[in-house]
C-alpha cells in the first residue's frame, strides 16, 4: 500500500513535471536553505543603533505599548516597582530562571513579591527578559524555555518585559540571525514569540479593544 | 459544511435583501481599505516586497516537494511528528486519531480556515469531543451556529446588539443583569469565559500561515493571543496545514511577513507573530509534550503545473475581498462555501468543482481592485476568466447564455457583418430612445432591464471613434 505521503508528494511531482526539471533545481533549494539570501529590508530599519533604539521606542507606542528607557541595570527593579503602582496592581510578578533577571538587585525593593517558575494563570503581573527588538515596527522578541517560560507572555493581565539597548536590532533578519547562531543553523527555539503591543480584537464591529485573550498592558523597559 | 454555492444567485439576492447583514457590511467598506492604503503608503518599499515575495512562493512552488521533504525532515529532527492527507477525510480521521490517543475530551481552536475546508468541528463534535474557537469572532460565529463569513474577520456579519443577544442566551451562569452595552464589556466577557476552557483543554489546533523548510518551524500570526494560549496550554498541539503553506527560509518569511499585515488590516506587523518548532524541550517548564503537523493536500497538487497555479501564493490577508464591490455587496455567506470574494471564486471551484461553484467566478464585474491590491500580485481576474471558460467548454453554463454567446460569437467574427448590424442596431434604439435617454423595457434584455434602465446609444460607436482616432483626425 503506498503511503499518504508518497501520493501527495507523486501527484506533486507529476502537477510539476518534476521528472523533467533539471539537476539545477535540486541544487538551488539546497543552496536558498543553506545560503538564505536576503530579500527587500526597508531602509527605515538602516539607521546609527541609537536611532534604531528610538525608532524602536516610536514604533511600540504607536501600537499602544508604554515604554520607559533606563540608564543602569541597577534601576530595573524600582521601575519594575513603580509601574506595579501606577497602575494600582498587586506588588507581585512571576518570572523565569533568566540570570540576567535573577542577578538585578530586588533587595531594594523589599515588598515587591517575586515567584520564579512558568505562570498559571491567576497572575496580575509577568516580568520576562526579551532576546531582542525590532525596531522597523517596534516588535519584541522573545523565546521559550526555563528562562523566560512562554506562558508569561500570555497568561497575566499585565505584561513587563525589560530589554537591553544592545539587543534592539534594525529589522527582523538580523535579529533571526542572531537566533540562527545562538541555537545553530537550521535550529530554532521551541517557540519565538514576535510580541508587537498589547493584545487586541477588532472583532466586534471592526471597533478596536485592547486587552482580548493576551496581556492587556504591554510595559517594555530600555536598559542602557 | 454544505456548500451552498450553486444557488449562489439566491444566496445574493437574500443578503442584499439583509439589513442587519448590510448595516455589518458597510464597516468593511470604510475600515479595511483605508488603513491597508495607509499602511502600504508609510512602507517606501511596499511594492518592492510584494514583488519579492511573489518570487519566494513562485520558487517554492515550483520545487514544492523538494521544499515539503526538507521541511519534513526538521519537524521531525525537532522531536514532532508530521502527517499526511490526501483529502479532507484523511485529515479529520488523523485529528480524531490523536485526539483519542491522547485520551481527550475538550479541544480548544485556534483561527483556521483549513479547518472550516475539512469540516473538522462537526466531525469530532460528532465523536464525543467538545470543539472550542477561541478567536472571538470565531467564538461568535461558532456560538451563533454560522460559518465565517471573512477569511480574517469571522464574524463581520454580526452587530453588537445581536453579538449582545447572543452571549446573553449562552452565558446563562452570568448574571442576567449585567451591563454589555459597551463593547469592550463583551471582550472581557468572552475573555473570561474562554480563560476557563484554555486552562482545561487537552488538545490545541491551529492552523498556520507559513510552514518553514529550512527550520522545521510553523508560524501563527495572530492579534488576540487566542492562538498561543490555545497551542501553549494543552498536552498537545495540532498545527493544521495546506501545502502551500511552505517558506524557504526566516529570510524568506520576514518578507512575507512586511507584506501580510499590512495588507489585511492595515497593521505594520500583528500583535502576536509566533514560531513554533517541536514539542517541549528538557526543561521548559510549559508548552505542549505532543507536536504534530497535518499536511493536507485536497486538491492543490492537482493546481499545480495549470493556470490556476498561481492561487497557491495566496497568503489569505483578506484585501481581495476588503477591496471587492460584489463582496461588499453580498457579504461571505453567499458565496456558498469556506473562501469569499475574490480568492475563494478562483479557489472554490479549484477545490469543490466549478460544477457546484460555476457562479461565482461569474460573479464579478472583473473591476480589477482585487488583483491591484494583492500582495502576491495573483491574477484573480484573468483566472476568474479561465474559469468561465472551462465552465462554458464542459457545458456547464446555461442553454440561454451559451446561444447567446454563440449568435454574439458569429457576428463578432464577421466584422464585415457584424459593423453594419451593429451600426444599425445602435442607430435605431438611438432614434427610439431620444426622447428619454433611456429604456425600462428592451425584448430579450429583461435580465438587465428588470435591475436597471438600458442607457440610449449616443454618438458614434467605440469602434469608429477608435478606427478615427487612428487616422489622426
Known sequence: MTSSRETVLKAVRRSLQADSRDRAAGEAVEARLAEAPAGVVPARARRPHEEQIGLFIEMAEAVDATVERVDRTDAVPGRVADYLRSRNLAHSIVHGADAWIEELPWQTEPALERRQGRAMGDEQAGFSRAFGGIAESGTLVLTSGPDNPTTINFLPEYHIVAIRAEDIDGDYETVLARIRESYGKGRMPRLLNMITGPSRSADIQQTLLLGAHGPRRLHIIVVG | ?473
Not at chain 2, 526538507?70 to 484523511?90: F, L, S
Not at chain 2, 488538545?203 to 487566542?226: H, K, M, P, Q, R
Not at chain 2, 460573479?363 to 494583492?374: L, N, P
Request: glycine share 8%; with cysteine.
Open chain 2, 1 to 473: 459544511m454544505q456548500i451552498t454555492s450553486p444557488r449562489f444567485k439566491l444566496n445574493a439576492r437574500e443578503a442584499i435583501a439583509d439589513p442587519q447583514l448590510q448595516r455589518a457590511l458597510a464597516h468593511v467598506q470604510v475600515g479595511f481599505i483605508e488603513k491597508r492604503s495607509k499602511a502600504a503608503g508609510k512602507l517606501p518599499e511596499f511594492d518592492a516586497l510584494r514583488d519579492s515575495s511573489r518570487d519566494i512562493k513562485n520558487h517554492t512552488l515550483a520545487n514544492l516537494d523538494l521544499y515539503l521533504e526538507a521541511y519534513e525532515a526538521r519537524v521531525t529532527e525537532a522531536g514532532g511528528h508530521v502527517h499526511w492527507a490526501v483529502d479532507a477525510e484523511e485529515a479529520r480521521k488523523i485529528i480524531l486519531n490523536i485526539c483519542q490517543e491522547a485520551g481527550a475530551r475538550r479541544v480548544t481552536k485556534g483561527k483556521t480556515m483549513v479547518a472550516e475546508e475539512i469540516a473538522l468541528n462537526p466531525y469530532l463534535e460528532e465523536r464525543g469531543l467538545e470543539v472550542v474557537e477561541t478567536d472571538l469572532g470565531e467564538y461568535i460565529v461558532q456560538l451563533r451556529k454560522e460559518a465565517p463569513s471573512h477569511i480574517i474577520a469571522p464574524a463581520i456579519h454580526v452587530n453588537k446588539d445581536q453579538i449582545e443577544a447572543d452571549f446573553r442566551r449562552f452565558h446563562t451562569d452570568l448574571p442576567p443583569e449585567r451591563n454589555l452595552e459597551a463593547p469592550e464589556t463583551l471582550l472581557a466577557e468572552a475573555r473570561g469565559v474562554l480563560r476557563d476552557r484554555f486552562l482545561t483543554a487537552d488538545v490545541g489546533i491551529t492552523g498556520a500561515n507559513f510552514l518553514i523548510a529550512e527550520t522545521g518551524t510553523s508560524i501563527i500570526v495572530t492579534n488576540e493571543g487566542n492562538g498561543d494560549l490555545t497551542q501553549t496550554l494543552p498536552r498537545v498541539h495540532i498545527v493544521l496545514a495546506s501545502l502551500e503553506k511552505i517558506t524557504p527560509t526566516l529570510e524568506d518569511v520576514s518578507q512575507l511577513l512586511r507584506v501580510l499585515a499590512r495588507s489585511a488590516t492595515g497593521q505594520e506587523m500583528s500583535v502576536y507573530t509566533t514560531f513554533s518548532t517541536g514539542p517541549r524541550r528538557p526543561g521548559d517548564p510549559d508548552g505542549p509534550e505532543e507536536y504534530h503537523v497535518v499536511l493536507l493536500d485536497n486538491g492543490r497538487s492537482g493546481m499545480l503545473g495549470t493556470q490556476f497555479q498561481d492561487m497557491l501564493r495566496c497568503i489569505r490577508c483578506g484585501a481581495c475581498m476588503n477591496h471587492c464591490p460584489v463582496y461588499h455587496a453580498v457579504g461571505g455567506h453567499a458565496y456558498g462555501w469556506v473562501y469569499p470574494g475574490p480568492m475563494g471564486a478562483v479557489l472554490t471551484p479549484s477545490l469543490v468543482g466549478v460544477d457546484k461553484a460555476g457562479h461565482l467566478p461569474n460573479a464579478s464585474t472583473f473591476c480589477g481592485r482585487c488583483e491591484q491590491v494583492c500582495p502576491m500580485h495573483i491574477p484573480l481576474p484573468k483566472m476568474m476568466r479561465h474559469w468561465r471558460e472551462r465552465e462554458f467548454e464542459r457545458h456547464l453554463a446555461p442553454a440561454s447564455a451559451r446561444w447567446g454567446l454563440r449568435f454574439f460569437a458569429f457576428f463578432a467574427k464577421r466584422p464585415a457583418l457584424y459593423r453594419p448590424l451593429a451600426g444599425l442596431a445602435m442607430r435605431t434604439l438611438g432614434a427610439l430612445g431620444r426622447a428619454k435617454g433611456r429604456f425600462r423595457r428592451l425584448p430579450l434584455a429583461g435580465g438587465w432591464t428588470s435591475k436597471r434602465d438600458f442607457p440610449a446609444p449616443e454618438g458614434k460607436s467605440f469602434q469608429a471613434q477608435w478606427a478615427q482616432r487612428r487616422s489622426g483626425r
